[in-house]
């Protein structure tokens, strides 16, 4: 370990590099980890959405610039920071599968992932060793990735979300075992019920194959063929968690929000902005004044409640289901450190770089879903919303209102829209504090 100051370590990188890193690269990586802890990295740098339906945010080197802001040294949080955070203590022990759904195929994931492992010191997961399991929606063999055009182009957008998706699941739990599963490339860009089949038959398969905690972060427009037969009936599966991103365009509104954030057999994850003064962490819902995004929230009138969910919940929304139930760091502000070389259409590997959006804090939360042991009588949030308040940090300030607002639905809460004392619908319960909410 290398130390650049008294904030500030860099992890041992594990590249091809044989020397020690350059006083240049040490100093840039101490710089913009300063930037992420007080939330002001934006000042300085854009954003971009990664794909159509992905819920992720990838920094950019400068405001108005598309060009990932790419580094020798990881920058944003690491596993580390994000159990500090978090208090989640002792050593993971873990071994049950994570099941992470995304969209294409990354040709690099692997390595990638063996490569952000290693940096921070957090065991081996591979596919030789059976640990990392590479498979189609229907459970069996990935498909080839896409070579050119269109596919190959929507992959490489697509890996910045699979990159963040795993690290951030082994950031949580780093024993545990983690099961990819590859939909159709064209489900990460087109917003259809195709698509939503694809990803309901691959939740199945994920369970089938053992899954104890499921992840997918990406968000689609609500059908009432989404929300009901088997694409509804592949969500129900006691014991198992399934964590979906509530997504990264603020209030989804008051009659429909996105899917499959809004089934009640799913758990719906928000997302906050995490900042640090001395060793003290703090968090607001990622929302309007942070700029570039906000997490998502809404109410969904295909349903009464999710599994477990509260009258004293459902009310905000009109006695209707209400997202999210739970929430982690999410902001772009404040974002994650991950590793994607994966770059078949431009050839420029975005090394180390940083994300946010709530494809961060789903794949999060399932990991410590993961390492506590999912209950087998867990289905939808219910045993979270039975969880004693200690077990959560609050948050309480923070609004999300950036296209829609409460205002504009008659009944509806303002908690849907604001942080407060309480649920709210951009952070839900509030963030982790322990494992005991798991």
């Known amino acids: 370990m290398l130390a650049v100051s008294a904030a500030f370590v860099v992890p041992t990188v594990a590249t091809a590099q044989t ?26 740098h854009g954003t971009r959405r990664t ?12 405001k108005g610039s598309s060009k990932p802001l790419s580094t020798a040294l990881p920058s944003g949080y690491g596993p580390s920071d994000l159990a ?96 990819e599963i590859s939909v159709p490339w064209s489900d990460g860009v ?35 063929v989404s929300t009901s037969g088997t694409d509804l009936a592949d969500f129900k599966h006691p014991g198992v968690a399934i964590e979906v991103s509530t997504g990264d365009s603020g209030f989804n509104g008051g009659t429909h929000t996105s899917w499959p954030s809004d089934l009640p057999y799913a758990i719906g994850v928000g997302g906050t902005q995490l900042t640090k003064s ?17 997490a998502g929230s809404g109410c969904d009138t295909y349903f009464a409640a999710a599994n477990g969910q509260p009258a004293a919940v459902t009310k905000d929304c009109n006695n209707h289901l209400a997202t999210a139930s739970v929430s982690a760091d999410a902001s772009p502000a404040t974002p994650l450190a991950i590793y994607d070389t994966y770059a078949p259409s431009t050839h420029q590997p975005n090394n180390w770089t940083v994300v946010g959006g709530t494809s961060a804090s789903s794949p999060y939360i399932a990991g410590l879903f993961a390492r506590a042991g999912v209950p087998s009588t867990l289905l939808g949030p ?57």
């Open 19 to 44: 020397s020690a890193p350059d006083s240049a690269a040490l100093a840039q990586a101490a710089q913009l980890h300063q930037e992420v802890t007080n939330g002001t990295l934006l000042s300085d």
């Open 51 to 62: 794909c159509p339906q992905c819920e992720s945010v990838l920094v950019t080197e400068a």
């Open 190 to 224: 087109n917003d259809n019920n195709t698509s939503m089949n694809d990803f309901s038959k691959a939740v199945s398969t994920a369970v089938s194959g053992g899954a104890k905690t499921v992840s997918i972060s990406y968000g689609y427009t609500a059908t009432s």
């Open 278 to 294: 001395g060793s003290s962490w703090s968090e607001k819902a990622w929302g309007v004044d942070s700029g570039n995004g906000a």
């Open 84 to 179: 500090s955070a978090y208090k989640i203590t002792g050593a993971s022990t873990a071994t049950s599968t994570i099941a992470i759904i995304d969209a294409g195929v990354d040709g690099n994931l692997a390595s990638d992932l063996a490569t952000y492992r290693k940096t921070y010191g957090l065991p081996a997961c591979t596919t030789a060793s059976g640990c990392l399991k590479l498979v189609n929606y229907t459970g069996g063999a990935q498909p080839a990735p896409q070579k050119s055009g269109q596919g190959a182009q929507a992959e490489e957008q697509i890996a910045v979300e699979t990159a963040l998706d795993v690290d951030m699941a082994s950031a949580a739990c780093p024993t545990c075992h983690i099961t």
């Open 382 to 438: 219910n045993t979270l919303y039975a969880a004693a308040a200690s077990n959560f940090r609050d948050i309480t300030s923070g609004n999300n209102e950036v296209q829609d607002s409460c205002a504009n639905y008659p009944g509806l809460s303002p908690a849907v829209c604001n942080a407060g004392k309480g649920w709210d619908g951009p952070t839900g319960l509030g963030t982790p504090q322990g494992l005991g909410a798991f």
